[in-house]
């Protein structure tokens, strides 16, 4: 599992930040980025490169691999430093605490702000539970470039970051949005409990409403959730309930738009059931909703580039985490995920790369 460990930020020379960014730029079309490029893209000279990329490689930033030529790529630890680092340039964050939530697409940390508030900062993981999958689908002999995880993470936030923007200002209940880069996500800390945890409600009919309301709401604003259940609304001391998780959020014109409805009006309706007993005969369908808002257009209008949504979709369907994982790809996972290399010295990094 991706550990964020920020230790080694706070020493990080800015030489160090160019090598970084110069890997990332490498990646759009290279899945291994040769040292060469490197060079070529930071414009330092190629002994302080190298010297910049053993203490990146040492703190598992980097990832090291010799086939089929000597090449680097970012870890995830690697993306989550370039993301902070522009977050606290911008004045945004000051600091970084603990873990808060963990999924199979994200990481979730508290972060402080100059004023000292608490905010929560989300880290898009895809692909985190698929590296074994990924390797088996690579060809290095015909130079072909398989999914790029960061990418498609980076996606995901930009698509989290829009669909909250729309919401909170439709005057939906969801957490300020404050910020995104990268793969991350910076957002207001909303207080209560979330509802999975739940087990007592002074009114459980009014609640269980508002869930189903919010549904209803949504899909008069032209969007579904697509995961709205007990795991994804927060239930505040004063019963009001808050949204969480728009990664996945579709619009009703999706031509699966009726079946990702009825599961979220499902969902709400099995969790009070089975957590309070009780329920509705009242059947809620996407047809007899009347569409008064076009919010997914203002969210395609906003910036959130639509043609990258099948891309997306389709990483998610291909490579999802199933009950199937075993414990020897969990482990072949963590060691992906945390750098360790393959085929590589981890000793040492040769000064003379050989050229792609």
Not at 67 to 89: E, F, I, K, V, W
Not at 279 to 299: A, F, M, R, S, Y
Request: aromatic share 10%; hydrophobic share 35%.
């Amino acid at each position: 599992m991706v550990k964020l460990d920020p230790s080694f930020f706070r020493f990080m020379s800015k030489e160090e930040f160019r090598v970084l960014t110069a890997i990332e730029m490498g990646m759009r079309n290279h899945e291994l980025v040769p040292l060469e490029l490197i060079i070529q893209i930071s414009k330092l000279n190629q002994s302080l490169v190298v010297r910049s990329m053993k203490d990146l490689h040492k703190h598992k930033l980097v990832w090291h691999s010799t086939m089929p030529y000597n090449g680097y790529r970012l870890t995830y630890l690697g993306y989550d430093y370039l993301a902070l680092r522009t977050l606290t340039q911008r004045g945004v964050i000051t600091g970084v605490a603990q873990k808060i939530g963990v999924g199979k697409e994200a990481d979730i940390y508290l972060a402080t702000n100059e004023k000292g508030d608490e905010l929560v900062l989300k880290f898009h993981r895809l692909g985190r539970t698929s590296f074994r999958a990924v390797k088996k689908k690579r060809d290095y002999t015909k130079g072909r470039v398989t999914t790029n995880w960061l990418y498609l993470s980076r996606l995901s936030a930009q698509k989290e970051f829009a669909f909250m923007k729309a919401l909170y200002t439709k005057g939906f209940p969801t957490p300020i949005p404050v910020d995104c880069n990268r793969h991350c996500v910076l957002m207001s800390r909303v207080k209560g409990t979330l509802l999975a945890n739940v087990r007592e409600i002074e009114e459980p009919i009014a609640v269980f409403h508002q869930g189903l309301d919010l549904a209803v709401k949504l899909a008069e604003c032209g969007l579904i959730h697509c995961d709205l259940n007990e795991f994804n609304l927060i239930l505040s001391d004063d019963d009001k309930l808050t949204m969480i998780d728009f990664p996945q959020m579709v619009s009703v014109h999706c031509s699966e738009a009726e079946e990702f409805f009825d599961r979220d009006v499902g969902c709400i309706k099995t969790f009070f059931w089975k957590r309070f007993g009780f329920g509705t005969e009242e059947v809620i369908t996407l047809k007899d909703i009347e569409q008064t808002e076009n919010l997914d257009e203002e969210v395609k209008a906003s910036g959130f580039d639509f043609k990258n949504e099948k891309l997306l979709e389709k990483a998610r369907k291909e490579f999802v985490e199933d009950d199937s994982v075993d414990e020897e790809m969990k482990d072949d996972i963590e060691e992906d995920a945390n750098g360790n290399d393959e085929n590589s010295d981890n000793d040492e990094l040769e000064e003379n790369e050989e050229q792609e």
